[in-house]
């Protein structure tokens, strides 16, 4: 395949993720303050803001995230902006962007509100067995099997220790849902489902592999990888796997909205 030219809208948005990365590496505590400001929050966080699902798509953790990101949009976008034009290119590349991040928060409701009731029962109840069962889940959250802290199921708290552990909680269920989700990838995984879906015999030659890979090939199995990804749930794991699916879940949409026509194929 060859590399289009770089056109407007690729070229601004690169700029710009570039600029803002720039800005996170003079300083942590400008790191930590655009983390705060603009990357995405779960709803429940005191930090959450609404265009936070536009800002994140332009905040990246490190050197190797943003560097992928801006990868694939430089080589798949230019060709997706010329078939489609400026305007519509722009819509695309946030429609998938914010569903992405609609997606993944959809699906952390379903993490997160455990916890909060768990956390909500040992506040009503603060006896040992609800502190054990908010640490249970909020290790199993992680992909962490059993109980890491060595807690015993039949834990028993004093009146004194009433608010140490109570503080625990909250401690916990905060750096939960104050870790913002960053980085373009949920836009960038939709770029690469409407590039498959348009041009599905595209060959991409991948490195390590000797031998050229059809674009429909390569993102059907980058799917299902994120899929696989998303329910094991490694321990250390902290990509936002999920996302990437509900990227591509939008740009599928987006396509069939759209219509398949197109000048030309690869």
Same mark, same amino acid.
């Given at each position: 395949?060859?590399?289009? =030219?770089l056109?407007?809208?690729v070229r601004a948005?690169?700029?710009i &993720?570039?600029i803002?990365?720039?800005?996170?590496?003079?300083n942590p =505590?400008?790191?930590?303050?655009i983390?705060? !400001?603009?990357?995405l929050h779960?709803f429940?966080s005191?930090l959450?803001?609404?265009? =936070?699902?536009v800002t994140?798509?332009?905040?990246?953790?490190?050197?190797r995230?943003?560097?992928?990101?801006?990868?694939?949009? @430089?080589?798949?976008?230019?060709?997706?902006?010329?078939l489609?034009?400026?305007? #519509?290119f722009l819509i695309f590349?946030?429609v998938?962007?914010?569903g992405?991040?609609?997606f @993944?928060?959809?699906?952390?409701? @379903?993490?997160?509100?455990?916890?909060?009731?768990l956390? +909500?029962?040992?506040?009503l109840?603060?006896?040992?067995?609800n502190?054990?069962?908010f640490?249970n889940?909020?290790?199993?959250?992680?992909g962490?099997?059993g109980?890491p802290?060595k807690i015993?199921? +039949?834990l $028993?708290?004093? &009146?004194d220790?009433?608010?140490e552990?109570? +503080?625990?909680?909250?401690s916990?269920?905060k &750096?939960?849902?104050?870790?913002?989700?960053?980085?373009?990838?949920?836009?960038g995984?939709?770029?690469m489902?409407a590039?498959?879906?348009?041009?599905?015999?595209?060959?991409?030659? !991948?490195?390590?592999?000797?031998?050229?890979?059809?674009a429909k090939?390569? $993102?059907?199995?980058y799917a299902?990888?994120e899929?696989?990804?998303?329910? #094991?749930r490694m321990?250390g794991d &902290?990509?936002?796997?999920?996302?990437?699916?509900?990227?591509?879940?939008f740009?599928?949409i987006?396509i069939?909205?759209?219509?398949?026509?197109r000048d030309?194929?690869y």
């Amino acid at each position: 395949m060859r590399t289009p =030219q770089l056109t407007p809208i690729v070229r601004a948005i690169i700029v710009i &993720n570039i600029i803002v990365f720039i800005v996170q590496r003079i300083n942590p =505590q400008y790191d930590g303050m655009i983390d705060s !400001l603009f990357g995405l929050h779960y709803f429940s966080s005191s930090l959450f803001n609404p265009i =936070q699902f536009v800002t994140y798509m332009f905040v990246h953790a490190d050197t190797r995230h943003i560097f992928f990101n801006m990868l694939g949009l @430089y080589f798949l976008g230019p060709t997706l902006e010329m078939l489609w034009g400026e305007k #519509r290119f722009l819509i695309f590349y946030f429609v998938t962007g914010v569903g992405a991040g609609l997606f @993944y928060m959809a699906l952390q409701y @379903y993490d997160i509100h455990p916890l909060e009731t768990l956390a +909500n029962n040992f506040l009503l109840n603060p006896e040992g067995g609800n502190y054990v069962s908010f640490v249970n889940k909020f290790y199993s959250n992680l992909g962490i099997e059993g109980n890491p802290l060595k807690i015993e199921n +039949n834990l $028993v708290i004093s &009146n004194d220790q009433v608010v140490e552990y109570k +503080n625990a909680i909250e401690s916990l269920l905060k &750096n939960v849902i104050d870790t913002p989700m960053v980085g373009a990838s949920g836009a960038g995984f939709g770029i690469m489902a409407a590039f498959a879906l348009l041009f599905p015999n595209t060959e991409f030659m !991948l490195f390590p592999f000797p031998f050229p890979v059809k674009a429909k090939y390569f $993102v059907t199995f980058y799917a299902l990888y994120e899929i696989y990804a998303g329910i #094991r749930r490694m321990p250390g794991d &902290n990509v936002a796997h999920f996302a990437h699916i509900g990227g591509m879940i939008f740009a599928f949409i987006l396509i069939r909205m759209w219509g398949s026509k197109r000048d030309s194929f690869y």
